[in-house]
């Protein structure tokens, strides 16, 4: 029943900027937490970016190394979530997996629903 659909992966040059899109069904995202991670191959799965609801609004949260020029957001019309991605470097290249979650957290485990991945390359 519930499908997320990651998209905007590619190439790019180092320094760059690429917009990740999470379009889901089967949940409304902003009724949950929804999280960014990325696995470099060779390496875990690491937390990128989350955003989920408070009383005064959306809240996000950031991986130290991405904070500043990662930013998360959601389209609740379109029930998609955006990872807008800038001044990207080699060190960005990986799979980003998109996941939905009953509240905020930087564990994948907890996590309920994911989905298969985009590739983002950053190479000159």
């Known amino acids: 029943q519930v499908q997320l659909v990651e998209s905007g992966g590619g190439l790019v040059q180092p320094g760059g900027s690429l917009r990740l899109s999470c379009a889901a069904s089967g949940l409304t995202v902003s009724r949950r937490a929804m999280g960014w991670f990325r696995q470099a191959r060779g390496k875990e799965r690491e937390f990128v970016a989350a955003?989920?609801?408070?009383?005064?609004?959306?809240?996000?949260d950031y991986a130290d190394l991405v904070k500043g020029r990662f930013f998360i957001s959601r389209d609740n019309a379109k029930n998609t979530v955006y990872l807008q991605m800038t001044r990207l470097n080699d060190e960005d290249t990986a799979i980003y997996y998109c996941g939905s979650a009953l509240v905020s957290s930087r564990r994948p485990s907890s996590y309920d629903y994911w989905g298969t991945g985009t590739q983002v390359t950053v190479s000159s």
């Open positions: 955003i989920s609801w408070s009383g005064s609004g959306a809240t996000t």
